[in-house]
């Protein structure tokens, strides 16, 4: 199939910036075939009017726990350790066989809808999350939670086991990739962590990771190991491999520099660290320290939601605030790090994040016909500072229609819903 927008108004890279032009993009099949004048030979199936339509590429939440819906709206207002020890992880050994699956089921639905196509999972069963992902048509990275208290630990070897199996198991599934996931500095010892990065470099993968959460974290590594969290995986070999951290809010200037050196990605998490008061990432040090940054919306359990029109929102607000700054983290840079930021976080930059003549058709448009909009002045900003997440008007990945006339393409949306409110009664 071939789709041709014709005279929209798109969010383009500008060398290392973006700008929004309007001009023609046409799809062949599941990439982008032209981004400028429509070749002679280009004859397109379906042509989508530009006019009041912006187009952008989808957005990349680079760390969430797509299960954790099933969570939502559970345990809010605690302290961080009461939060996560005393009622996340207890109703998480509650769940059953194929909750998560329905569950990640409904963050695809809430994704999809606010215009996210890509997205990096941790999660704690096997093979359910996986098929959701595939069956509901988003593009994602995937990884099993790994927590062990050595190398010789029963439980973290199978979970381990299980991890391995799943990626073999889902090999070939286009638009899913894996990752290993050790927890935490705090629920993985530092010789378990790493057999995780010796295993992720047989099996050629990535490791997704939690880093520098919390202030307890910080204090408890120090106190076991003498060391901070980020020099805890250097030393146990983590940083050999490609990596991404998520939330990084407490960094001393050696943990940014031991990042930046093994081009370790990190995920801000704006709305859950401050939600559960575990402060504000240094974002505007990262990325003087030359860090990739990116942006993920962590959990619905500790965000309430997975909507990342609202956590970029967040992300240059808060960090204008704290650095009392008005041009820190523009609204150019806050697009950058939500989209193409990510999808290199993700090792998905040669396929996703930008709209450019061979990348994959991930795209969003948008309907500007909204008073919150006008006047359209600078899209950029209104995007960034305006927008609400139910802009998106049409989503696609890999040139296929997966949200449209306000319904998944792929998901039966009563039937998924019914379910988790079935299993959150039951928890």
Known sequence: ???????????????????????????????????????????????????????TPGFVNAHTHAYMTLLRNRADDLPFHAWLFDNILPMEDRLRTNDSYWGTFLAAIEMLRSGCTCYNDMYISQNENAQAAHESGMRAVLSRGLVGSSRADEGGLRRLR?????????????RLTFALAPHAPYTCAPDYLSLIAETARKLDVPIHTHLGESRQEIADIQKLYGKTPFALMEDAGVFNVSTIAAHCVHMTEQDMRIAAQHGVSVATNPISNLKLANGVAPVREMIANGI???????????????????ELNFLCLIHKGKNEDSVCITAEQGLKIATINGANALG????????????????????????????????????????????????????????????????????????????????
């Open 348 to 427: 998905l930059g040669a396929i996703t994040g930008s709209i450019e003549a061979g990348k994959r058709a991930d795209l969003v448009v948008c309907n500007l016909n909204q008073p919150h909009w006008t006047p359209r002045t600078n899209l950029l900003a209104a995007l960034c500072y305006g927008a609400q997440g139910n802009e998106p008007e049409k989503v696609f990945i890999d040139g296929e229609l997966l949200f449209a006339n306000g319904h998944c393409a792929k998901i039966d949306e009563e039937r998924v819903c019914f379910e988790a409110q079935k299993i959150s009664e039951r928890l």
């Open 292 to 310: 990739n940054v990116a942006l993920g919306t962590d959990g619905a359990a500790s965000n309430n939601a997975l909507n990342m029109l609202r």
């Open 162 to 174: 299980e991890a391995s199996d799943e990626i073999a198991a889902f090999r070939g599934y286009g």
């Open 1 to 55: 199939m071939s789709i041709l927008f014709k005279k929209i108004q798109a969010l383009l890279p500008d060398g290392g910036g973006l700008r929004i032009e309007t001009c023609n993009v046409g799809v062949a099949g599941n990439t982008i075939a032209f981004v400028g004048e429509v070749p002679e030979d280009f004859v397109p199936d379906e042509t989508i009017d530009g006019k009041d339509r912006l187009l």
